[in-house]
Structures are given as structure tokens and as C-alpha cells.
């Protein structure tokens, strides 16, 4: 069970845009459009931002959008605020597992 | 509203066993596939296992053969039954509603393997 490959950080300044990639296989990414991102702020457990791959949960800002092409999955936080500095996670699954990226931390310059 | 509220974490000694508990309100347990994820600590989310609402489950390699996930739909509880822990299953454990996503978490509970 591989994990997903994403950077490990990304900055950006309030206003800017950012995008976290998110690479895995034919198997998972691939083969099921199936990729969803998470928020997670230090001491708090993670948040559901993004799921099968495009769709915002209610309440989930629109400044966060996912998008896919082939094997990578991608998340775009547009408009970036002070309150977006946390640490995201992809994850994706195979027919009898379910994977997850190493995570990628955002600053907020 | 929905509710998941992990219990059961304590310290246990390397090969020692201990049991957690996920409760779980505010929606219709039973048709719901449950997972449970860990985090150690400084580091990234890990998949562990997940049960289907007929109780079917499936493992991570890590763990497989010594965690055994069990669910209770009468009181909406789930259960991560842990065997033979090792220094390595320090962690965070999470429990959460859903299967191929989880839409909700529970704040977790502490697993700390230490002799």
C-alpha cells in the first residue's frame, strides 16, 4: 500500500493563489477519479475539504477547488487567508484499501 | 448533529493489547461504513482499517493479522480490538464515518506502546 506523493510545503502571501499536487497510480487515482483533501490544523483532528476530487463539503469555502488529470490530483486554495496555514492531506483508495499523501504544510507569508 | 467520540487510549507495554471504542450519533450507524486512521506523532495520516456496515473488514499490511475491527450497530459503536503493539503503533488513533472518504472525525484518542 504506497502512499500518494505530495510536496511536503508550499507558501504563499494573503491574496495569492497555491496549488498542492498529488500523485499516485492507474490504481487508485487513476483508475477510480477518486481523490479527496483534507485540512489539518496543529492539535485538531483533520477536516474534509475536498471529496471525489471536485466537491466542496457545506461550509467549505470556494476558495478551495480539486481538480484531476490522469494520475494526479491537485488542490487549489484561491485567495489565500491567514486561517488556511495547516497542513493538507490527499488520500485516495484501491478496491480494498484506502491510501493516504505524506501531507503538504502551507504557509501563509 | 453528527457525533464520533473515541475512548480506550491509555499507555501499554510492547506486546500488550488494549481495545478502543468509537460512539457514534446523529446519523444512521448502521448503513454506515466506519475507519479507523492513526497519526504518530509529528507525522502524517495513516489508514488502518475499515468495516462495512454487514461488518466486513479490510486491513492495512502494518496491521493486519494483529488490529481486528468489530462494530456494535445495536449501540452504534465500533471497536479497534489491538493485539501484539509495538513501539511503532504510538499514536493518535481517529475514528470516522465513511469508506472511500471520511466526512467525519472524532478528535481521537492516545495510544502510547512504551516499556
Known amino acids: 500500500q504506497s502512499a500518494l506523493t505530495q510536496p511536503p510545503s508550499v507558501s504563499g502571501s494573503p491574496g495569492q493563489s497555491v496549488t498542492i499536487s498529488c500523485t499516485g497510480t492507474?490504481?487508485?487515482?487513476?483508475?477510480?477519479?477518486?481523490a479527496a483533501w483534507y485540512q489539518q490544523t496543529p492539535g485538531t483532528a483533520p477536516k474534509l475539504i475536498i471529496f471525489e476530487v471536485r466537491n466542496r463539503p457545506s461550509g467549505v469555502p470556494h476558495r478551495f477547488s480539486g481538480s484531476r488529470s490522469g494520475n494526479t490530483a491537485s488542490l487549489t486554495i484561491s485567495g489565500l487567508q491567514p486561517e488556511d496555514e495547516a497542513d493538507y492531506y490527499c488520500s485516495s483508495y484501491t478496491d480494498t484499501s484506502v491510501m493516504f499523501g505524506g501531507g503538504t504544510k502551507l504557509t501563509v507569508l | 448533529q453528527v457525533q464520533v467520540v473515541e475512548s480506550g487510549g491509555s499507555s501499554v507495554r510492547p506486546g500488550g493489547s488494549l481495545r478502543l471504542s468509537c460512539t457514534a450519533s446523529g446519523f444512521t450507524f448502521s448503513d454506515s461504513y466506519m475507519t479507523w486512521i492513526r497519526q504518530a506523532p509529528g507525522e502524517g495520516l495513516e489508514w488502518m482499517s475499515y468495516?462495512?456496515?454487514?461488518?466486513?473488514?479490510r486491513y492495512a499490511d502494518s496491521v493486519r493479522g494483529r488490529f481486528t475491527v468489530s462494530r456494535d450497530n445495536a449501540r452504534s459503536i465500533v471497536y479497534l480490538h489491538m493485539t501484539n503493539l509495538r513501539n511503532d503503533d504510538t499514536a493518535m488513533y481517529f475514528c470516522?464515518?465513511?469508506?472511500?472518504?471520511?466526512?467525519?472525525w472524532g478528535q481521537g484518542t492516545r495510544v502510547t506502546v512504551s516499556s
Open positions: 492507474s490504481g487508485d487515482i487513476g483508475r477510480h477519479y477518486n
Open positions: 470516522s464515518r465513511g469508506r472511500i472518504y471520511s466526512d467525519f
Open positions: 468495516i462495512s456496515d454487514g461488518g466486513e473488514a
